[in-house]
T-cell receptor, first 118, second 114 residues
Framework: AQTVTQSQPEMSVQEAETVTLSCTYD???????LFWYKQPPSRQMILVIR??????QNATENRFSVNFQKAAKSFSLKISDSQLGDAAMYFC???????????????FGKGTKLTVNP | KAGVTQTPRYLIKTRGQQVTLSCSPI?????VSWYQQTPGQGLQFLFE???????NKGNFPGRFSGRQFSNSRSEMNVSTLELGDSALYLC?????????????FGPGTRLTVT
């Protein structure tokens, strides 16, 4: 079974600074997808960024980027120029690949609570 | 496009009762997944329905069940409620065709069992 580990229960960052959230995962599969989701206090889960395992290039979405190290099974999230609105719980998630008889099941880490200080 | 909706948003039940939660996916989405979120266990996968069939199931007791209708709306039912069932229940919808496509989450139903 796949597992996702987020070793930092809480992190804090100064506004406009950069912060990196860690995530490691364990799988024997070669085809999979990795996601970072954000859950602000309003509780609506929002996708931040995604990475296909077969892609070597790290995904980037505006101020958000990942460092995907497939051999090390590591998938960290870097937030640049942090804003007050970035304060939230961040969840790393894994999903198996394949489209035939597959599943949308996400395996989540325990989450990292990010505080942004003004 | 309307987002994923869940009803009710809040629910208070007593032990031993049963409860039904509803999820309406984004139009055109055929897959609905359910997750239980608690402070202790985090986010745990309950089950996924695709085209009215349960495609995957998490490690939960048989008291947790679900179904999906022809319009892709889904319900989950919890029978004989226990205090430990208090949680935020999230549903997520997607096309169900795999790939790196996003799952869209609803706002959740907060269930409190007393």
């Amino acid at each position: 079974a796949q597992t996702v580990t987020q070793s930092q229960p809480e992190m804090s960052v100064q506004e406009a600074e950069t912060v990196t959230l860690s995530c490691t995962y364990d799988t024997s599969e070669s085809d999979y997808y990795l996601f970072w989701y954000k859950q602000p206090p309003s509780r609506q889960m929002i996708l931040v960024i995604r990475q296909e395992a077969y892609k070597q290039q790290n995904a980037t979405e505006n101020r958000f980027s990942v460092n995907f190290q497939k051999a090390a099974k590591s998938f960290s999230l870097k937030i640049s120029d942090s804003q007050l609105g970035d304060a939230a719980m961040y969840f790393c998630a894994y999903r198996s690949g394949g489209t035939q008889g597959g599943s949308e099941k996400l395996v989540f880490g325990k989450g990292t609570k990010l505080t942004v200080n003004p | 496009k309307a987002g994923v909706t869940q009803t009710p948003r809040y629910l208070i039940k007593t032990r031993g009762q049963q409860v039904t939660l509803s999820c309406s996916p984004i139009s055109g989405h055929r897959s609905v997944s359910w997750y239980q979120q608690t402070p202790g266990q985090g986010l745990q996968f309950l089950f996924e329905y695709f085209s009215e069939t349960q495609r995957n199931k998490g490690n939960f007791p048989g008291r947790f069940s679900g179904r999906q209708f022809s319009n892709s709306r889904s319900e989950m039912n919890v029978s004989t409620l226990e205090l430990g069932d208090s949680a935020l229940y999230l549903c997520a919808s997607s096309s169900g065709t795999g790939g790196p496509y996003e799952q869209y989450f609803g706002p959740g139903t907060r269930l409190t069992v007393t």
